[in-house]
């Protein structure tokens, strides 16, 4: 079933993000990760898509040879595992970087196959070693052109226009959305209008990055649809479960802690206390989320699904 078919008004669902693990790990870490969130009946669960990384090792004669790390297991074969052990609908998240159009085509023939009916179209991030996002050759340089050639798919239109009988593909896709503006974006008036390009062209509905300040979500949905973006925009909430987030967090996302919650934090002394803190502070943002009627709260989990369980059974 399609996200935007589960969004129903005036009921808050409950929705989570996981990660694949690191390579030589088994499905049921995956497993392990979903079993303590089932109580609160996900409505579906997104998968990421972390794309490989490279370095180059000196080799003899001074030769450099690029070799590929940290590979995970593929995000659609977990989606696909995750959908029929559960029977839950997954959403596997589908970046442009690395990829090819065909090999993004390919991967959109096996979702579909594959029975998924929903994918999050992102462009990803630069890699360690480059300073800007590179697309691949041949590949989407933007979410935009990912939503396009996924619209594309949607009428039968092939890569290869002498596909036999070419199916459409029936998906219904999200995208992503900065309530405090992409890091490379000039400002928040231009960053909406590539965000309204994308939904213009057919996305269905929007994600946001994770933000600590509910303040910043409700701006950012005001803004949103002053620009004419009327879709749902589901905020995305990861509580602080470490020490090292207060840092981390603000470096990694570009978001701001609010000053109560950082002040916070600075008092505390071990990453025990710091989880307290973050579970009270997202259980507070979520409780006031509901109360202004959200159409979901989407968790970003980051393997710590006992601490959203927790925030889940106070909330739901
Ligand atoms: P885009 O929509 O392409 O935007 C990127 C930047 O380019 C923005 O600054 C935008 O304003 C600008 N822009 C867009 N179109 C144009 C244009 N035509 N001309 C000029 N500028 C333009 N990353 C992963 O690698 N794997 C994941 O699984 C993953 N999941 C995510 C889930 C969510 C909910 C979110 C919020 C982010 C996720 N990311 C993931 C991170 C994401 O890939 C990065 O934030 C990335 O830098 C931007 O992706 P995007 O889809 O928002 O890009």
Not at 49 to 65: F, P, T, V
Not at 297 to 308: L, R
């Amino acid at each position: 079933m399609k996200v935007t078919d589960k969004l129903v008004e005036g009921k808050t669902l409950f929705s989570f993000e996981i990660l694949p693990p690191q390579k030589g790990s088994s499905i049921q870490s995956i497993y392990d990760a979903i079993d303590p969130l089932l109580d609160f009946s996900p409505a579906y669960i997104n998968v990421t898509y972390h794309r490989q990384e490279y370095i180059y090792k000196k080799r003899e004669k001074g030769y450099l040879e690029k070799v590929a790390v940290r590979k995970r297991p593929g995000t659609v074969g977990i989606c696909a595992a995750i959908k029929h052990k559960y029977n839950i609908d997954t959403v596997p998240h589908l970046i442009c970087g690395g990829f090819t159009r065909d090999e993004t085509e390919n991967a959109l023939i096996d979702l579909q196959f594959l029975g998924i009916d929903n994918v999050l179209a992102l462009r990803g991030d630069p890699i360690k070693t480059e300073h800007v996002f590179v697309p691949q050759e041949g590949g989407n340089k933007n979410a935009l052109e990912l939503v396009e050639q996924i619209m594309r798919l949607k009428k039968g239109i092939y890569l290869d226009e002498d596909v036999k009988n070419p199916h459409p593909l029936d998906l219904c896709v999200g995208v992503a959305g900065y309530p405090e503006k992409h890091f490379e974006a000039p400002n928040m008036a231009t960053d909406i209008h590539f965000l309204k390009k994308k939904i213009e062209a057919g996305a269905q509905y929007i994600v946001t990055q994770l933000f600590f300040d509910n303040k910043k979500y409700f701006d950012f949905v005001v803004k949103c649809r002053e620009a004419g973006i009327t879709v749902p925009i589901i905020p995305g909430i990861k509580p602080i479960s470490r020490l090292s987030h207060l840092t981390f967090m603000p470096k990694f996302f570009h978001v701001d802690l609010p000053e109560s919650l950082s002040s916070e934090l600075l008092n505390c002394t071990t990453d025990q206390q710091a989880a307290e803190v973050g579970r009270e502070w997202a259980t507070l943002q979520c409780a006031e989320l509901v109360k202004a009627g959200v159409p979901s709260i989407h968790f970003y989990t980051m393997g710590k699904s006992t601490q959203v369980a927790a925030i889940a059974k106070a909330i739901y």
